[in-house]
Each structure stands twice: as structure tokens, then as C-alpha cells.
């Protein structure tokens, strides 16, 4: 296949063996962790975050191997090498007071806001009992009521419906400590609707943070076609709002950076975009083998693994141990395991028994009036 | 509130006015609309009143309505004012694809209420003066309400807000001042519920909006010159819609004109002469008659746009057509 | 060229590849259609033969439409792709007040092709499945194909370039591979004119685009079962809408039954059943028939998603009801 | 009335005496005039571009009065106080060479493009005879085949249009001395098409202009409803194109500021945005008093009247005597009565004989298919 990826073997079961290998082999590249936030590189959050890291790589690694077993119909879009950002974004923040509408590459966020791997398995495979019915699938999930927004597939329109959960929040007089939040590929801030929402919540200071995570394509598209300006963190002055660039790759850096945005927007600064740089590490899809990604691009500093480099970061800094992780490695595997063990004995819909409504209220209905 | 002379526009505004004080859950979110009232004055005050919840937004009609579904996600009726219809062209995305689909998704409906000025006027141009009903009856998800007299503008305004789905209510935008009444109370019939505006025994004209205006003055004209009584039903809400109303007036009349503002290809007029003849074919005792607006832009010049959509005269003809058949 | 085996896909790229050396004027614009030939690959080794004339756009639906409506004034002939039909929607003014409304407003025509992947497929959902054509038709000003054939897929976007208006170009996603034909060329019927794609004597269905093939299956199993011959119109394109072809073919057999994938209110079921009431009432038989796809958004799942749109077993049964009628 | 603007008798026959007057008063707020860009600022150039405004001015305080007198239907929107900002962008640009899309306050960009008062004037007054024949009105407006576009309501939408005819020139070879510009104002900042836009041309390094007239309204909104950044200017970083900054109340700075973006944008320097600060003078159209600005921006800098200060500018740096003024004036004013005059007369389009389709190919046309 063309579009090998360079760290194709991560998704196995061999995770943190292969990091200590490749801890040696990469270790001259490393930077040396600064510790200048001490408050918010502490030890769990950076544990909690690679947790949910590990978590979405591996739920990530299952579905690809089950929709290359034919088992999941339509497409499966997967986050790898985005887990640091994704991670770092969901452990943030807080089902149930906090707003998140996460995208496509999200596993890592989705699991660490809350998400279980159940919801995520039943979503793809399509289970009647999952949050969506079978009636959508895989990305297309939340729990919106819980704040946990289902995105729509075109790009750009979370940004304005997070910040409408915000205003009816202020409205409410209910916005104290919240924080909305999402995210955003390069190619997706193209859209017309991403302007118009983040112009939105600036003008009304809400505590929103967009996270664009410059994964260097879109698609296909690399960013040279998608936008002209040096970096897109040159756009937030022109918002009025606070801009952030982040090494997406790694997840102390991340945690510092995306963090210490949630806890601006949090504390009425307003809102925060920050712009993470990294790779994707897979095809747009399973379906794309990604053989347009230029060799000196995977072989770059932007095409480190953010999983294995997680691990040496927390190695490094004594956060954790090569055993704690394997320890996590395998219950996290174990869990996934579970929920797609369960996800796939559940019944799919069933058309018969369908409600085909697409209104809430029965008198708007108008049910079947073809004869 | 009882008022004498209100007209369309007034409704408009008092339905707001009502439902800002009555809950807590309703706010206002459009393009000047704050001090300014907006561009038809329909939240004259309202802000005054209402500081926190009357809000003037940017000229962004994709993330006003992105806006509003997050809002109402939250609990809130959030009531967005499109400065003209034609502008909500832009919002079409968030209408029919986030607002229309959640429900059917995820189980949590999205009660937002969309206001369109809609409909020409003489001198609007093809960017002032439509009138995009089946646009938005076409997806599903949506309910998509024409109300055509001061006291349905008043009630089913207050009904969309209270209804738990999108609602895209279409305002006639001729109707705003041209129409008095001297109260705003109704009879206060249902979203969905069709009412005979005139009764008639020889024919039906099934029309919504504005042009339930034109085809009562159609039937006059036909009353005086002919004797002919011609039942007009006004549809109130294009989706749902009311077959049964529709189908029991052509019981009684067996003759069928069905009436729009809107373009011809599909649309209303389409709708209800397709369900009227699957459901109720044997009813007709004439084939069905059908009159729209011309197919091109809503031209500018009063001349033009006099032509462009039905007139009394062009509605008489149909109709002669069809008594005479 | 004449292919074997050359599937409805190929015959896009392989008009596309024509349109290209034939005439300077055209140009494909559209996300990931470079290099990487397209989500779909219709666009396949294009940019490699024509590296200036083939363009990978930013993700900017509005704008590559308002970029091609520029172009198209300064005389080219534009062909822009969206990724999925679904994205036109953020696109959708830019086509219907910007190209729609260009000729009749100034005079000067818009020769611009859009390319709506549309249709839909199973597991794809509710944003990757729709069926547009109906919008877009509804609309004064633009052309809307639905090629339902190998052959029509080449021959309909080659004459759609050659067109002076916008031109909607859907193409069905389940048919891009699943329809093989040994040849591109076919009977090159002009746009605005219907085929009978299966000669019957006994019912009429009016379909276009993926259901043409679901009508023709009913039809043989409907002829099998009890020995009907049911004649399928393929519309072919449903605006302009060869009212012509299908009222002749009512005329034969006196029983109508509109078929269509896309939503239920309005749209091209409903036209054709208003056209032929409206035109050709005396002719029916029997109510006439409509069956689309249901009124939610399209589901996900395979199992909702068969059942959402019509099948053969919903056709016959639609059918066998007319039969008997 | 609540809304009279300080300059309300501008639009009178008494322009040049006026002037004269306000010299006096104003003299001590005038910048002096800095001539660093000889090239650009030719006594000829400013003797252009001010008659360009002058004809505005006249023309449009021609159409007020007609609005007002009922022989308008539908809305009248002014220019009055962007004519230096509007006239300086049309006198760069030459018909048939270069495109152009002005918008609803540029009549004095109209004029300095070329386009004669007879086309205003019929297309106000619906004559059968103008440029849209009585099917489109007031500033929907253009002659498309000249690389003059007629703009649709939809704010932002003309911006990836002018890129299109340049974008359709560079594939034909024809790009080399073009240049593409259009208006649009602060409001219309906020539109996703106006964001698609800019960022299409951006990439494709097309000569595109786009001035910003930030005018401190959209209809009744401020600014600050609709923007949170500084300036509208720091957009220009963000999507990788120049930007300039110029005060739209000056003749001489306007036509420099925006005669040098012109020629950078000729002289393959891409995408230029101009941020120009003024004041709406007029209200949103004639049918508002624009009662809702406050009286301190109405006094302020901002509210200087382009022509008075033009006029003075002109005068004071010799290239043109109060006499001179006048008289273009008058001829100006005779102009348009001329052309007013012509289009009042002139038959109005007729229903019967209309030809209503919207495609141009008769085989395309179905006709009135209702029966
Ligand atoms: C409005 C819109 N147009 C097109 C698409 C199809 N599409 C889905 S993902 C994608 C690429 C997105 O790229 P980017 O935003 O960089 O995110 P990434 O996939 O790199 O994470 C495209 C074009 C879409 N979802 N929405
Ligand atoms: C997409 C869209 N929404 C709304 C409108 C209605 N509208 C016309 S002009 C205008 C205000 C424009 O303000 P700005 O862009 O600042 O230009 P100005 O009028 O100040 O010159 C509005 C809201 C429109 N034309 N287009
Ligand atoms: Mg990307
Ligand atoms: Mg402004």
C-alpha cells in the first residue's frame, strides 16, 4: 500500500513497547518539558488526559479494523495523531456544566469529556439502542442535552450553535464558570459558517474556545490551497479574540496551552482560539490510503506520534510508569472490547417499527399522505 | 389586548410583545432589531422593555439560526428575525440540515421560530419579494406556517413560539400594514387546521398568505358578475397541511384552482393538487386548476411584479375557466 | 470512446475528459478534484493532462459557485463539483439568487455546470444522501438533469457545458459503479426530453435518475406476476419537465404513478401529478399514484435507509393498487 | 426631523459656496496634505476623482428628491460622505479592461468607472430602455459583458464573483494588467460569503481589491455589534493578503491609499484590502433618518463631508480654483437632470410584451405550464 504510515503499528496491542523503543530513537528531538504552568501540567491532568488519549486510539483502532472487516457500513474517520489536542480539549472540561461539540477526529476529546466507548460502538454499528437510533451514524453523535452537541457532517456550523448554548446561558443568568467549546479542521475554517460563528461569539464575549487543529490537509487539499495567511492563529486578531499556537503533537504542550484556554474562556476572557499543528497520521477516512502526504511531511517533527510521545513525556517527568501504561493500555483495550462485544448483539433498528417522524409534536405530523 | 385598527404588522409585534412577558424562555435575535425596531418596526419597543432578551446580531443569517439552535438546545424559544426572506437563503444550511434533522436524530427538538418577511411589494425587486415556503415544506423536520389575517399573525405566532419544533413563519410582507382589523383576537384554530375564509358552493380556491386576499376579491368579482359562489380556504400552515380541510370543500364544490405567490415548479400549489387528486380524485368534477407566479426572478417594476403574480383578474380567469368547464 | 464495461462514473470523468480537450472554455473546480481526482474519482488524472484547468478549491461552497457565476461572465464554462449534493446548501444562494437570476435580470446568461453527487447509499445518512432536485427546480433560472443511464450520464453533461444557463447536474452515487454499460454512446436525446426507458401498456410510472432502474424492476416483477405491462418514463431532466412524453404515455395506458427518492412534500412527484391533472385530467383512469422517500431526514443504518426510500416491493405495491384500481 | 445631518444642504445647488465658507471653519482639523506618492497623486488624478464624486453627490441627491417625490419606488440608498472612498476605487479602474463591482453606496465609483447617469437614472425609474429594463432596480445595477457586475442583494456574494472573471482571465492568459476590486461595508464583513471570498482570492493570489467602507453602521447596528476586533484592517493578516488603512473622509488620502492598492494589486501584488473610516452621512436609505447615530460621532472627524474637504484639498493645493468647482458643478447638475429628464420619459416595460423567462435557451423554456 502507498500510504503507509509511519507509525501504522501503534494501533496494535503493542503500544508502550513500542514507545520505549522509539523513546531511544527519538529522544534527540525531544524538547525538554517545561514545567513554567505548574497548576496546569500537574500530574493527574497529564495522566488523565493520556488516558483518554489512549482511549481514543485504541476504540479508533478497533473500528478501523472493523470496518475493514466489513462490519461497519459507511464511513470511519479516525483521529490519529490528534489525540494530544483531541484529549486535551475534551479532559477540560465537564459534562453537564461545559459545552462541547467536538468533529470528526474527536474519539480522544468525546472520551475524555465522558463519552463511553459503549455509545461510540453502538453509534457505528448502528445499534438500535445507541444515542442515534442507527438513524445516524459513527461521528455524527452526542448526548445534547447532557451539552454534548451531535454535529451536522458541514463544516462550520458548530461554532454558532456553541455559542448560542452560551448566550441562552447569560440570558439565563446561568453562564458563571461554563465554557463552550469545539473544533475545527484547517480546510473547515474556510467555511463561510465558522466566520460568521466565531464573529458571533465575539462580538457577544462568550466563553467560547475553537480549537483549529491544522492537520496540514483537508482531505486531499494541503493547506496552501485552503488558506494564504503565514498561520491560521494570524486570524484571531482580526476576531478580536485571543489566539493560541500549540505543538499539536505534544501532549504537554497541549495540556499547558488548551487548558490554559478553557481556563481563560472560563474565567471571562472572552474567546480563545487556539490553533494546534500537527499531522493526521491516517487517511482522510479508512477508505483513504493518504498517499498524497509527502514523504519529508511524515517524516517531519509534525508527523511525531502524539500517543508515543505522550508516553515519554510522562515517562520522562515521572508521571507515570512504562507499567502503569501498559496497565491502562490493556484495560482501556479490554473496555473497548466490552462495549463493541455488547454494541454488536444489540438488535439494529427496525423499519417496521420505526417512528418516521421528523417533528416532535404528534399534530404536526402529517404521517403518511402519499395513497 | 384589545385593539382597534391593528394591522398585520401590530399582530406581529403584540405576539412578541406578549410572549416576552409571558416566558421566560422567549428571546428575539435579528438584524436591527433592537433600538432600531427593526426594518418593519415589528420589535418596536421591545428592547426597552426587554434588554437582555431582544438582541441585535450581526449580518450573519448562518450563525443567527446556528445560534438559535444552540439556545433553544438550551431550553430557550429563541424567535429570529430574517431582515426579508430572501436573505434567509444563507441560513438555508442551518434551517434544513441542523434544525430540521435534530429532532429525527437525537430525540431533542429544536424550538426555534424563524420569522420571513415574505411576499412581494410593488418596487422590492427579485431580492426583496420572496416568497420561499415549499423551499423549507420540502425537508422534513421543519413546520412551515403562512398565516393570512391580523388575528392568525397574532395567535400563530404565539403558537410557533409555544410549539416544541422549528417553526419557519412566513409574513407577508404586504399584508403588514394594508391589513386591519380591530382586534387580534381570533378564533384561534390550530397550526394545521385550515379554515374556509369565504364559503362557496361552485368551486374552491385553496390559497394561503396574501393571496387569500386576492381570491376573496376573485370570488366577489365572480359573485357579482356571475352569481357564481366561490370557496375560498385558507390554508394557515403549508406544512402540515390541512388535506382534509381541502378535500371535504372540493366534496362540496367539485372544482379545484389552488393558489400561490410563490414560483410554479412543485411548491404549494403542486402539493395540494397532487394530494387532492391521489386522495380525492373522484370528488373533481373538472380537472384541478392551478396559478403561481410567473417562472423567472420577482421583477422590479410595479408593472412587472403586478403581472408576475396571480391578480384578481388572472384569478377570475382560472376561475371561469373551471366554472365553465 | 467506446468503452466495455464502462460504469455511470466513468462516463462523468470520460465527458469531463472530452469537454476538457474540446473546448478551451471549460474548467472543473471543486474540492480534492486535483491530484486526488475527487472524492468520487470522476475527476481522476484530469489535473495531470490539464494542470491549468483543473483546480482544487478551498472548502467554500458559496464561493465556488460565485467564483464559477465570474468565470462564466468572462466567458468560460465552468464545471464545479461539490463533494455530496448536501453541501450545495451552503452554496444554495449563490445558485439560485446569483446564477438563477443573472440572464433574466441583465441578460447575460451563466454557463455553469454544477455537479451534485446525490442519492443515496446505505450507511451514508442524513448529510450524504439527499436528493436536491427539487430545490433547485423550484427556483426560476436554472436547468435540473437527473441522467438516470451510462450513456446519459456522458451525453447529459456534455450538453449541459454546452448550455447557456446553469445546469444542476445530479448524479446518482448508487449508480457510479453498480451501472455498467458496454458503451458511452447512446441515443443522445437533447435535456427536456423524456425516454420511455419500458414500453408497457397497462400503467404509466414517472421517475428519473436511480429510481428509473427500481420502476424497471418492479415493472418485471409486476409483468412476471401477473403479466402487466407497466411502461417507466425516465424524466430525464426534471426541469425543463417533459410534460409531453409523460402525458402521452398516459395516454396509452390511463394510470399514473409519479415516482421519485426525494422528500415527500412538493417536489418532482408532485409536479408531475399537478402537470398531468391540470393537462390531462380525462385521461386518468385511476387516481393517480406518488411514492417518495419518507418524510425524515435519510437514516443511517442500511435496514431504515431501505425502507425510507421506495423499493421494488414498494413500487409493486403502489402499482398493483393502481392496477386494480 | 431627528435625523438632520450636519451636511444635509450639501446635496443643494450651493456646494462650491458652501465650501468656501466651511474652509474657514475647518481649516485648523485639516491634515496638511502629505504628497510623499507623487506618481499617484496628479493634480489630474484628484481633478477626476473629485468630478467622479461631485456627479455622486448630484446624482444621488437628484434621486432623493425624485424618492421623495413618489417617482421612486422602492428604496433610495446614498452615498453620501463615501463618495472620496467610492470615487477613488472607480477612477482607478478602466472599463473593458477592468472588473468591478460596486455596491449599494458607490454611484460616485459608478461614475468615475464610467458608467453614464442615463443607465442610473432609467434603472431608478424603471425604464424599459435601461441596463435591467425595469426587471431589476436602484443599484442592482451593472453591465456584466464590460466587466461591470450587477450585484445581488446578498452581501459578500460579489467577492468570489469578481474573482471568478479573474481567476477566468488568468486561464486564459488574460490576466497580465487586470484588476478585479468591489465595496463592501463594515456589516457585510460578517457574512460567510464575503469570508469564502476573500479567502478564494487570497489563495489563487488573484488582483483583487476589496474595500471595506467602514461607515460605523449597518443600517442602525454600530460596530461594535458587529465586530469585536480593533480594526477591520487586522483581517488582512489572517488571510494572507495587504492591507491598508485610510481615512474616508480625504480626498487625497483616498486616492492615494486606494490608487496605490489598485496599482499594487496591477502589479501582481495580490489581494489588497483597504479599510476605510467614515461616516454614513444619509441614512441606511431615504426612507430612515438614521436618528439613531449619536450626536458626538455626528460632529466628530469621521462625520467630515468628503466633497467640502475634496474641494478644499483641491483648492488648496492649486490644483483647481473655486470657479472651476463651480462650474463642474453646474455642468454635473446638468448633466443629471439630462439624464432624469430622459429616463422620466422614457416608456415603461409593458407585462404583455415582457419576455418573462429566466433561461436563455428557448429550448430550455417551459413556458406558462399551468393550465
Ligand atoms: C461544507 C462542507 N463541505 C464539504 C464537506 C466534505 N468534507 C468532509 S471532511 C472534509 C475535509 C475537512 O478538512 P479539515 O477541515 O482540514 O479537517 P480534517 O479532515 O483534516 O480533520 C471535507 C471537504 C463538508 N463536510 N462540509
Ligand atoms: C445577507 C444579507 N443579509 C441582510 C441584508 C440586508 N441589508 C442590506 S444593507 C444592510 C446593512 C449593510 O451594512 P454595511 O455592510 O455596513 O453597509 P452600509 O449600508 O453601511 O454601507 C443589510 C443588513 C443583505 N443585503 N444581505
Ligand atoms: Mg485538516
Ligand atoms: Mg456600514
Known amino acids: 500500500m502507498n500510504g503507509v504510515w509511519q507509525g501504522e503499528a501503534k494501533i496494535n496491542a503493542e503500544i508502550p513497547l513500542l514507545i520505549s523503543q522509539r523513546l531511544i530513537k527519538h529522544c534527540s528531538v525531544l524538547p525538554s518539558p517545561t514545567l513554567t504552568d505548574a497548576d496546569l501540567q500537574t500530574k493527574d491532568q497529564l495522566r488523565t488526559i493520556y488516558r483518554a488519549m489512549l482511549g481514543g486510539r485504541l476504540m479508533e483502532a478497533k473500528l478501523s479494523s472493523l470496518y475493514k472487516a466489513g462490519k461497519i457500513v459507511g464511513g470511519v474517520y479516525l483521529g490519529t495523531g490528534q489525540e494530544a489536542v483531541s484529549a486535551s480539549l475534551g479532559c477540560s472540561l465537564t459534562m453537564g456544566r461545559d459545552v462541547y461539540s467536538p468533529l470528526i477526529r474527536d474519539q480522544a476529546g468525546r472520551t475524555g469529556f465522558g463519552e463511553p466507548f459503549l455509545d461510540c460502538a453502538r453509534t457505528y454499528l448502528g445499534s438500535a439502542a445507541g444515542p442515534m437510533r442507527g438513524r445516524d451514524g459513527n461521528i455524527h453523535r452526542g448526548n445534547p442535552a447532557e451539552g454534548y452537541l451531535a454535529m451536522i457532517s458541514h463544516l462550520g456550523t458548530s461554532v454558532s450553535a456553541v455559542a448560542g448554548v452560551l448566550l441562552a446561558r447569560r440570558i439565563k443568568g446561568e453562564l458563571e464558570g461554563c465554557v463552550g467549546a469545539t473544533c475545527i479542521g484547517d480546510g473547515g475554517t474556510s467555511t463561510g459558517a465558522f466566520h460568521e460563528g466565531l464573529n458571533l461569539a465575539a462580538v457577544e464575549k462568550l466563553p467560547l474556545v475553537v480549537i483549529i487543529a491544522d492537520n496540514q490537509f483537508a482531505y486531499s487539499t494541503p493547506s496552501d490551497r485552503q488558506f494564504a495567511c503565514r498561520d491560521l492563529s494570524a486570524r484571531a486578531e482580526g476576531y478580536g479574540v485571543k489566539g493560541h499556537e500549540v505543538d499539536g503533537t505534544s501532549l504537554e504542550d497541549c495540556a499547558r496551552v488548551i487548558g490554559g484556554a478553557v481556563e481563560a474562556a472560563r474565567e471571562g476572557g472572552g474567546p480563545q482560539l487556539v490553533v494546534a499543528k500537527l499531522l493526521r497520521l491516517s487517511g482522510h477516512g479508512e477508505h483513504d490510503d493518504g498517499s498524497y502526504v509527502p514523504q519529508e511531511l511524515r517524516q517531519s517533527l509534525l508527523a511525531r506520534d502524539c500517543v508515543e510521545l505522550g508516553a515519554e513525556q510522562l515517562i520522562a517527568a515521572g508521571h507515570a510508569t512504562r507499567e502503569e501504561i501498559t496497565q491502562w493500555s490493556s484495560e482501556l483495550r479490554d473496555a473497548v472490547q466490552e462495549a463493541v462485544a455488547i454494541a454488536t448483539q444489540e438488535a439494529a433498528p427496525d423499519a417496521r417499527t420505526e417512528d418516521w417522524f421528523a417533528l416532535s409534536t404528534p399534530s404536526m405530523r402529517e404521517g403518511d399522505y402519499e395513497s | ?325
Open chain 2, 1 to 325: 389586548m384589545i385593539a382597534s385598527d391593528v394591522t398585520y404588522i401590530d399582530a406581529i409585534r403584540e405576539a412578541q410583545a406578549d410572549l416576552l412577558r409571558e416566558d421566560e424562555r422567549v428571546f428575539l435575535y435579528g438584524q436591527d432589531i433592537g433600538k432600531f425596531g427593526g426594518a418593519f418596526k415589528a420589535t418596536k419597543g421591545l428592547q426597552e422593555a426587554y434588554p437582555d432578551r431582544v438582541i441585535d446580531s450581526p449580518i450573519s443569517e448562518d450563525a443567527m439560526v446556528g445560534m438559535a439552535i444552540g439556545a433553544a438546545i438550551e431550553g430557550m424559544r429563541p424567535i429570529v428575525e430574517m431582515q426579508f426572506a430572501d436573505f434567509s437563503s444563507v441560513a438555508f444550511n442551518q434551517l434544513v440540515n441542523h434544525a430540521g434533522t435534530h429532532y429525527y436524530r437525537t430525540g431533542v427538538p429544536i424550538p426555534i421560530t424563524v420569522r420571513m418577511p415574505s411576499g412581494g411589494t410593488p418596487g422590492s425587486g427579485p431580492f426583496h419579494s420572496q416568497s420561499m415556503e415549499a423551499i423549507y415544506a420540502h425537508y422534513p423536520g421543519l413546520v412551515v406556517v403562512t398565516p393570512a389575517t391580523v388575528s392568525d399573525a397574532y395567535s400563530m405566532l404565539k403558537q410557533s413560539v409555544e410549539l416544541d419544533d422549528p417553526v419557519i413563519f412566513c409574513e407577508h410582507k404586504f399584508l403588514y400594514r394594508w391589513l386591519k382589523s380591530d382586534s387580534l383576537e381570533g378564533d384561534d384554530l390550530p397550526i394545521g387546521k385550515a379554515r374556509i375564509a369565504r364559503h362557496g358552493k361552485h368551486a374552491t380556491v385553496v390559497a394561503y398568505s396574501a393571496m387569500v386576499h386576492e381570491a376573496v376579491r376573485a370570488a366577489d368579482i365572480l359573485k357579482e358578475e356571475g352569481g357564481w359562489d366561490v370557496e375560498v380556504v385558507d390554508l394557515r400552515s403549508v406544512k402540515p397541511l390541512d388535506t382534509d380541510t381541502v378535500i371535504a370543500s372540493v366534496a362540496r364544490t367539485g372544482r379545484l384552482l389552488a393558489l400561490g405567490e410563490a414560483f410554479p415548479w412543485g411548491g404549494v400549489t403542486a402539493e395540494v393538487i397532487s394530494r387532492v387528486c391521489t386522495e380525492a380524485f373522484h370528488l373533481l368534477d373538472a380537472p384541478p386548476q392551478r396559478l403561481n407566479a410567473r417562472d423567472t426572478p420577482v421583477p422590479y417594476h410595479p408593472n412587472l411584479w403586478a403581472a408576475h403574480r396571480p391578480t384578481p383578474e388572472s384569478i377570475c380567469a382560472s376561475l371561469r375557466h373551471l366554472l365553465t368547464y
